[in-house]
């Protein structure tokens, strides 16, 4: 009995490490600023230095959201309204985010909003 456990044990792990190894290069992009210089350069100015908003510039704070949330709201601004928001309260945004990326400031979802979150988040 546990010579056949050995076996389907050893069966199992070969059938799971068979897809290591020589695969193909992953489509990694690499982005020319970092989150924090992206923000710095292009969000603060609406968001403010610490993510507290500017109601002068109808710009929400975004310093008690969590990652997810942010996340949500990246993805959206990125890709034109597909995300949570009603079409309506992103639309500037995806229209400057254009601009941003024609001039380098495109950045990762995962990582900005980690590091809006980690750096701004006031109920954590």
Do not use: R, W
């Amino acid at each position: 009995m546990k010579k056949l456990i050995l076996i389907v044990s050893s069966a199992v792990a070969l059938i799971a490490l068979s897809g290591c190894g020589d695969s193909p290069k992953s489509n990694t992009v690499t982005y020319k600023y970092t989150p924090a210089e992206v923000y710095k350069a292009t969000c603060s100015h609406c968001h403010g230095d610490k993510g507290e908003g500017k109601a002068e510039k109808k710009a929400p704070a975004i310093n008690k959201k969590i990652v997810q949330e942010l996340e949500l709201d990246l993805f959206d601004i990125k890709n034109g309204g597909l995300g949570q928001s009603t079409a309506t309260e992103h639309d500037v945004m995806e229209h400057n985010m254009q601009k941003l990326t024609e001039k380098g400031y495109d950045y990762d979802i995962k990582a900005m909003a980690n590091y809006i979150f980690n750096t701004f988040n006031i109920n954590k």
